[in-house]
């Protein structure tokens, strides 16, 4: 059975850093598209970053270019999401996504997605 397992959120202030990662577990990742989501309350759920499983290609929402970086460890089936310059607008809860399929582009499409984790609550005080 796949699991992801999201850990490293908290609460900073702004301008602080954090490093959310992404364990899979019960199967292997190793060439499939991985993704970060964010939900804020009373909104939906929307795009943050993407990495894809072939050639490690990025792709960024706008709101976080500069500030974000997505990374992966296939030998420890893990994706990483470094977050500098936090912002309040940050706040949320954040979720990885893993791709059932191999994945040759960084996709922002949630559909796209097959396992998600179960989310990490992020806030950033002002």
């Known amino acids: 059975q796949v699991q992801l397992a999201e850990s490293g959120g908290g609460l900073v202030q702004a301008g602080g850093s954090l490093r959310l990662s992404c364990a899979a577990s019960?199967?292997?990742?190793?060439?499939?598209?991985r993704g970060w989501f964010r939900q804020a309350p009373g909104k939906e759920r929307e795009f943050v970053a993407a990495?894809?499983?072939?050639?490690?290609?990025?792709n960024y929402a706008d709101s976080v270019k500069g500030r974000f970086t997505i990374s992966r460890d296939n030998a420890k089936n893990t994706v990483y999401l470094q977050m500098n310059s936090l912002k309040p607008d940050d706040t949320a809860i954040y979720y990885c996504?893993?791709?059932?399929?191999?994945?040759?582009?960084?996709?922002?499409?949630?559909?796209?997605?097959?396992?998600w984790g179960q989310g990490t609550q992020v806030t950033v005080s002002s």
């Open positions: 996504a893993a791709a059932g399929i191999i994945m040759n582009v960084a996709s922002a499409n949630p559909n796209h997605y097959n396992y």
């Open positions: 019960g199967g292997t990742f190793s060439r499939s598209g």
């Open positions: 990495i894809s499983g072939i050639g490690s290609s990025t």
